[in-house]
């Protein structure tokens, strides 16, 4: 499985942008995917997770500001940014909880991430 995450970049405060993460190779069915991220310094904490089913849950810290959305067709997940600040500033990285067959237990696989860096 590959989790491809792009979208990342620099952005003044109070800008948006829009992160993406493409998961490919064997998969039979995503249960979960997310986004997560890591400032320098900092443990790497949840940021959003969508379900297969449209339920969503958010760190408060982005709560009204942050959207994870998913095309589960193409298994593609989404973070759209708004009124971004400073302390969002970090390294975003995709998750995606996901089976390789039927048979399949569900694994835990984490992509390469994306720069996000908002400057004040």
């Known amino acids: 499985v590959q989790l491809q995450a792009s979208g990342g970049g620099l952005v003044q405060a109070g800008g948006s942008l829009r992160l993406s993460c493409a998961a490919s190779?064997?998969?039979?069915?995503?249960?979960?995917m997310g986004w997560y991220r890591q400032a320098p310094g900092k443990e790497r904490e949840k940021v959003a997770t969508?379900?297969?089913?449209?339920?969503?849950n958010y760190a408060d810290s982005v709560k009204g500001r942050f959207t994870i959305s998913r095309e589960n067709a193409k298994n593609m997940a989404y973070l759209q940014m708004n009124s971004l600040k400073p302390e969002d500033t970090a390294f975003y990285y995709c998750?995606?909880?996901?089976?390789?067959?039927?048979?399949?237990?569900?694994?835990?696989?984490w992509g390469q991430g994306t720069q996000v860096t908002v400057s004040s």
């Open positions: 969508i379900t297969s089913g449209g339920s969503t």
């Open positions: 190779g064997s998969i039979f069915s995503i249960a979960s």
């Open positions: 998750n995606a909880v996901y089976a390789k067959t039927r048979w399949s237990a569900m694994s835990d696989y």
